[in-house]
């Protein structure tokens, strides 16, 4: 409903509205009631009066021109503004976690019966499925056979995951959609900076920097995202947009990205023999628990987070205080036929994962890391070349 909306107003000119100083004073207004809103202690769908409390609502207020603001046409342009302009910041996946924490209050409807929520069950299979929640799992819901069709029952509160799943995953498709839109660099370029500026002074307790920064033979610098493997870029996205990856695929997330910044050639498999390597052998104590309380930041958007069990959960993965050893990210074959463990839904190769010696995510960044190494080294040798002849 919310994107159908958004839809009405996709035709005007974009830059020309982003440009208007009312809808400038808007964006920033409706970033600051978006981002600094705690939608896990407030349950209550809000009513007009309630909305008339926040600032944006009240400077929204004279272009009201419907009974319910949600229906304001005004409200509907802002809301489109910035979807398209934080789709190419480093804010939009928080932003889609956010937009569906608000958007599943707002659409939730309780039952004033006490016979709960019907779904028909191949619609609640395709978001459940996708999602990766875990209080989705069809084993656990009642059906029942109607002429119709078969339905999963849901209690209100598994209503609500399902809700919030099924907008999020429509929300992180449209921006996805939206990123990959070929776009000039000096237009992406604006709509970052337009972002930064709208969201000057705005509290956003987040942490929107996924790039991480290695030392890696030759190598010194933050590692760009499009480096990593398609399976832990989905993983990320999933991650950071308040999805809920299956335990088996956490684990290889968090030992890859622990991996990838103290030692990425530590592999499960060393000459033949298993890896009994433990986080203090490849990482000092310090930069160890810096990780931790970096991926505990990282894994607060999910939906099922709590701070000291991801915390004794991280520390046993990468073999620190609770284990000794490193329990390793999957290899390859195990993404592709990963046996029900969740892992299969993020593995989407791309020319690089078809390459022979990549088995492993880890290959896949050392193969990037190299690559580059070896182009910087080319042109170095090139330049040095050039001076030579300059000489002579």
């Excluded at 802002?78 to 996946?93: A, D, P, R, V």
């Excluded at 920097?209 to 499009?226: A, C, H, L, W």
């Excluded at 088995?359 to 896949?364: E, G, K, M, Q």
């Amino acid at each position: 409903m919310f994107l159908e909306k958004l839809k009405e107003v996709s035709n005007l000119n974009l830059i020309e509205e982003l440009e208007k100083n009312e809808n400038k004073k808007l964006i920033h207004y409706r970033l600051k009631s978006l981002f600094e809103t705690n939608y896990e202690n407030d349950k209550k769908p809000k009513n007009s009066i309630d909305l008339n409390k926040n600032t944006y609502y009240e400077y929204i207020q004279e272009f009201y021109d419907n009974i319910h603001p949600y229906d304001c046409s005004k409200d509907i342009l802002i809301n489109y503004l910035i979807l398209i302009i934080i789709s190419y910041s480093k804010y939009n996946n928080y932003y889609v976690k956010k937009i569906s924490e608000e958007l599943a209050v707002r659409e939730f409807k309780p039952k004033m019966s006490r016979g709960g929520y019907e779904i028909d069950i191949w619609t609640f299979i395709k978001i459940a499925s996708n999602s990766h929640n875990n209080d989705l799992h069809l084993e656990r819901m009642d059906l029942s056979n109607k002429k119709d069709g078969i339905y999963v029952h849901l209690t209100e509160e598994i209503y609500k995951t399902y809700l919030y799943e099924k907008i999020r995953l429509e929300m992180k498709e449209a921006v996805q959609k939206i990123k990959a839109k070929k776009i000039s660099e000096d237009l992406k370029a604006f709509f970052k900076e337009y972002v930064d500026l709208s969201l000057k002074d705005v509290k956003i307790v987040f942490n929107t920097d996924t790039g991480i920064k290695i030392e890696y033979e030759g190598f010194n610098g933050v590692i760009p995202e499009e480096w990593h493997p398609p399976c832990i870029r989905e993983l990320l996205n999933d991650i950071l947009t308040g999805g809920s990856p299956s335990h088996y695929a956490r684990r290889s997330f968090v030992v890859y990205w622990f991996v990838s910044q103290m030692n990425p050639n530590v592999r499960p498999l060393e000459d033949g023999e298993i890896c009994n390597k433990n986080a203090t052998d490849i990482a000092s104590e310090e930069d160890v628990e810096k990780f931790i309380d970096d991926l505990i930041a990282m894994f607060s958007t999910v939906g099922d987070f709590d701070t000291q069990k991801t915390r004794y959960y991280i520390s046993h993965n990468i073999g620190y205080k609770v284990t000794d050893h490193i329990t390793h990210c999957e290899y390859c074959k195990n993404w592709k036929i990963d046996g029900g463990k969740g892992l299969n839904y993020y593995c989407r190769p791309d020319d690089i994962c078809n390459l022979k010696e990549i088995t492993h995510p880890l290959d896949y960044l050392c193969y990037n890391i190299n690559k580059y190494s070896k182009t910087k080294d080319n042109e170095k040798n090139k330049d040095n070349k050039n001076n030579d002849e300059l000489k002579k």
